[in-house]
């Protein structure tokens, strides 16, 4: 089987939504569409014609195209049970461990509650792609609108458990803010300063910092490293991962 057909629109001032292609079936979703003018504009430069919306949770800039894209096309709209009440036009819901028929694919879905209170993933193991909204960031997360730092911690675990070749997809272009502030709490990690050299030069040329891949947040990011010694130090909390994440969470809020 071949993988998904992953198109990456920019819209508004730092966001991303993602059009899924399956060449096979025709499927074709939009993860998180903020606005519908982008998506349908690209529906027209591809020819695709879109059969589902995806959302992972119910801030406005991550649904706000939905009832304008159903009325166009009269697509389905896929979201988090926990949150169905907030979700413009769902028509069907999923929960953490469920799956999701797309086409010829299966998305797995994982409840990541933390930035938002019904917050979900889906993960497409055959085309390696994570789509996680506004739960993890490359270099970054989410901050805790809805949810509690264990809350958020515990989120963070089942989203590093998958493979390290997992592209993540995630629904804000964050990443140079994020790697500056990453280099405040991790100062002496080479694999960050690399990184930060590289996120700082494709944005010079303004080329897309996502996806990344899971393996090289398990290396830099500072949230999903909250159970490493070298954090646990620098936030004065060693030996609680959950402590420590709150402390790193705070320091990247007031940063």
Known sequence: MSELVIRQIPVL???????????????????????????????????WRLTHVLNTHHHHDHTGGNLELKQATGCVIVGP?????RIPGIDFDVADGETYRFG??????????????????????DSRALFCGDTLFI???????????????????????LPPDTRVY???EYTQANARFALTVDPENPALQARARRVDDMRMKNLPTVPGTMGEELLTNPFLRADQAALQVVAGTLGDPVATFAEIRHRKDIF
């Not at 060449?23 to 430069?45: F, I, K, Q």
């Not at 049970?81 to 009440?85: I, K, S």
């Open 13 to 47: 001032r730092d966001n991303y939504v993602y059009l899924l292609h399956d060449e096979a079936s025709g499927a074709t979703g939009a993860v998180d569409p903020s606005v519908a003018g982008p998506v349908l504009d690209a529906l027209r430069e591809t020819g």
């Open 81 to 85: 049970r926990a949150d169905r009440a």
């Open 104 to 125: 010829g694919h299966e998305a797995r879905a994982f409840d990541v509650p933390g930035h938002t209170r019904g917050h979900i993933a889906y993960w497409f193991p």
């Open 139 to 161: 270099m970054g997360c989410g901050r805790l609108f809805e949810g509690t730092p264990a809350q958020m911690w515990a989120s963070l675990g089942k989203l590093k458990a």
């Open 170 to 172: 995630c629904g804000h």
